[in-house]
């Protein structure tokens, strides 16, 4: 598998730092119960609470934006995030759909403004946008480019941004849902002071959406933590007797820890999120198989004794997915069409 430096580096330094990791600044991204926090601008714009959500979850729903200017406007519903720390990189996800056979056009996209005070006050400053789109007939994610703070900013103003080009009256309507506005994760450490990411982009690769999770599945044996659902293998041979499932709206850490804890098992990721696997003891994970997200990361990591991973498969999905070994494991890697992949040497 060939790649590039600069991306086994970023794998690397994520690995290795769990500093890295940062949380969705967006209190109500994923409207489970209402559109609190979000406002609609303008007298011809509406945002309101809807069932249908990204995921499918029934519990969960979505915002419906709803602009019936009699003629073109372009509207927009925002919110207002504060904790900002200038000079470090956000990125603004989501996903987004427009219901089909609306009988005016329109325009959509996500972007955000900079604000030097907190609480979105000062003087605004442009940063970053998705591409406008014109139609999603079902769910799609969209990304805006990683954009660097200016220094000094205190909050952000994130807009959904609902244009109205019909010039004829007519409502035009569109669903968002997921979103997710975050630090993209790169402490810059020795070596990237200039803070040029521009070899970094590989981490946008697939979908990384914030789980919705909810009341802790009795499957996460380890607990749940920020919607991380902790899946835990520390008894010798304690996993492997059956199946490992992940729940649907966590991501998902398997920890095998204990001697042949997972050996022989099959891991099933949640289909929408990131997801890993940890090997640490002797056979931990000897004749395992994960099973890798459809799109989000899934990440193997072998570490303590060389038998820790031995024989054990990871089946990559169309996201990120990489394995780590430390001391010579043997862990077979299949890229399939994941959009990066690293395996183990
Ligand atoms: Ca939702």
Redesign the pocket.
């Known amino acids: 598998m060939k790649v590039s430096i600069g991306l086994a580096v970023v794998v690397l330094l994520i690995a290795a730092n769990p500093c890295a990791e940062a949380q969705n600044l967006i209190v109500n991204g994923?409207?489970?119960s209402d559109v609190s926090g979000w406002t609609p601008l303008g007298a011809s714009l509406s945002a309101e609470w809807d069932p249908s959500?990204?995921?499918g979850?029934p519990s969960?729903?979505?915002l419906m934006g709803t602009n019936d200017s009699p003629t073109s406007a372009n509207l927009s519903v925002v919110s207002c995030v504060d904790s900002i720390s200038g000079g470090q990189p956000y990125q603004y996800t989501g996903w987004i759909k427009t219901p089909s056979g609306q009988t005016v056009t329109g325009l959509f996209r996500l972007y955000w403004y900079w604000y030097p005070l907190a609480s979105c006050a000062g003087a605004q400053t442009l940063a970053a946008s998705t591409p406008y789109m014109t139609s999603a007939d079902d769910w799609i994610y969209v990304s805006t480019d990683s954009e660097i703070a200016p220094p000094g900013t205190m909050s952000a103003w994130l807009v959904l941004g609902i244009y109205k080009t019909s010039a004829v009256p007519g409502t035009f309507q569109v669903y968002y849902?997921?979103l997710d506005f975050r630090h993209t994760g790169i402490n810059f450490a020795d070596g990237f002071e200039s803070g040029d990411i521009s070899e970094w982009s590989a981490m946008s690769c697939g979908n990384d959406p914030a789980p919705?999770g909810g009341s802790c599945p009795p499957e996460c044996t380890g607990g749940c933590l920020n919607n991380v659902c902790i899946v835990d293998c520390s008894l010798t041979s304690s996993c492997g007797t059956a199946d490992i499932v992940c729940p649907p709206n966590f991501t998902c850490e398997v920890e095998c820890s204990g001697d042949s804890s997972c050996s022989t098992a099959s891991i099933y990721c949640p289909a929408n999120y990131s997801c890993s696997l940890s090997c640490t003891s002797v056979n931990s994970c000897s004749m395992t198989t994960i099973n890798c997200p459809v799109s989000a990361p899934c990440e193997v990591f072998c570490s303590g004794p060389s038998s820790s991973c031995s024989a054990t498969l990871q089946l990559c999905g169309l996201g990120n997915c990489e394995a780590v070994c430390t001391a010579g494991q043997d862990v077979t890697t299949d890229c399939g069409n994941a959009c990066s992949c690293i395996g183990c040497p």
């Open positions: 994923n409207f489970d959500d990204y995921a979850s969960s729903g979505s849902d997921g919705p």
